[in-house]
C-alpha cells in the first residue's frame, strides 16, 4: 500500500526567504505526483503535476523535483511572499487515477 | 466553468439522522473523486467513478456510506445512520483524463455530527 510523507509537518519563515519542502512515497510505481495548495477553509488546489518520466515542473516561483528510484518529491519556492502562507500537500497517482496523499505541509511567510 | 460544485458548503446534523452531500462534477470530466478530510486520518479517498461508473469503494468506510453517480453531471454520497465520527471535511473532485491528470476540487462540505 502507497504511504506519503511530508517533512515538515509545518514551518515558518520570514518573508523573501527561499525554502524547500519534502515528500516521500513508498511504491516508486506511480503515474505522477502532484502538488497542492490549501488555505484554510477552502478546497485543493494545483500547482505542479510530474508525470512519473520527467525529473521536473516549474511555475512562476515554484520548482517542483521528482525522483522516482528514491521515492522523494520536493517543492521548491523561491523569494517567498505571506500570500504563500498556505498547507501545501503531496499526492501520487497509481495508474488507475486516485491519489494517496500526505499529511500536508502548513507553512507560515512573516511579513 | 464554474468549477466542482459541491453542496451543502456546512451542515451540522445530529447522530442518526440521514446525511446528503451532493457534486456536479465540471462539465465533460470523466472521472469524480470522493475523498474525506480529518485532521487524525488527512485526505482519505472514499470512492471514485469513470464514466459514472464506480470502480474503487473500498475506501468507503462502512455500509452507511453509500455513493451514487446516475449521470455525467451528478453525483451523491450519503451516510445513514450519520454518527459523530463522521464528522470531517468530504470533498469531491473530478479529471478530465484525455487532456492530462490535472484534478480539481470543490469547495467540500463541512459536516458535524452531534
Known amino acids: 500500500k502507497q504511504e506519503v510523507t511530508q517533512i515538515p509537518a509545518a514551518l515558518s519563515v520570514p518573508e523573501g526567504e527561499n525554502l524547500v519542502l519534502n515528500c516521500s512515497f513508498t511504491?516508486?510505481?506511480?503515474?505522477?505526483l502532484q502538488w497542492f495548495r490549501q488555505d484554510p477553509g477552502k478546497g485543493l488546489t494545483s500547482l505542479l503535476l510530474?508525470?512519473?518520466?520527467?525529473r521536473e515542473q516549474t511555475s512562476g516561483r515554484l520548482n517542483a523535483s521528482l525522483d522516482k528510484s528514491s521515492g522523494r518529491s520536493t517543492l521548491y519556492i523561491a523569494a517567498s511572499q505571506p500570500g504563500d502562507s498556505a498547507t501545501y500537500l503531496c499526492?501520487?497517482?497509481?495508474?488507475?487515477?486516485?491519489?494517496?496523499f500526505g499529511s500536508g505541509t502548513q507553512l507560515t511567510v512573516l511579513p | 466553468d464554474a468549477g466542482v460544485i459541491q453542496s451543502p458548503r456546512h451542515e451540522v446534523t445530529e447522530m442518526g439522522q440521514e446525511v446528503t452531500l451532493r457534486c456536479k462534477p465540471i462539465?465533460?470530466?470523466?472521472?469524480l473523486f470522493w475523498y474525506r478530510q480529518t485532521m487524525m486520518r488527512g485526505l482519505e479517498l472514499l470512492i471514485y467513478?469513470?464514466?459514472?461508473?464506480?470502480?474503487?469503494d473500498s475506501g468507503m468506510p462502512e455500509d452507511r456510506f453509500s455513493a451514487k453517480m446516475p449521470n455525467a453531471s451528478f453525483s451523491t454520497l450519503k451516510i445513514q445512520p450519520s454518527e459523530p465520527r463522521d464528522s470531517a471535511v468530504y470533498f469531491c473532485?473530478?479529471?478530465?483524463?484525455?487532456?492530462?491528470?490535472?484534478?480539481?476540487f470543490g469547495e467540500g462540505s463541512w459536516l458535524t455530527v452531534v
Open positions: 499526492a501520487v497517482s497509481g495508474s488507475a487515477r486516485q491519489l494517496t
Open positions: 511504491d516508486s510505481a506511480i503515474y505522477n
Open positions: 510530474i508525470q512519473s518520466s520527467q
Open positions: 462539465s465533460g470530466h470523466d472521472y
Open positions: 467513478f469513470n464514466n459514472n461508473v464506480p470502480i474503487d
Open positions: 473532485a473530478s479529471i478530465y483524463s484525455p487532456a492530462g491528470n490535472t484534478i480539481y
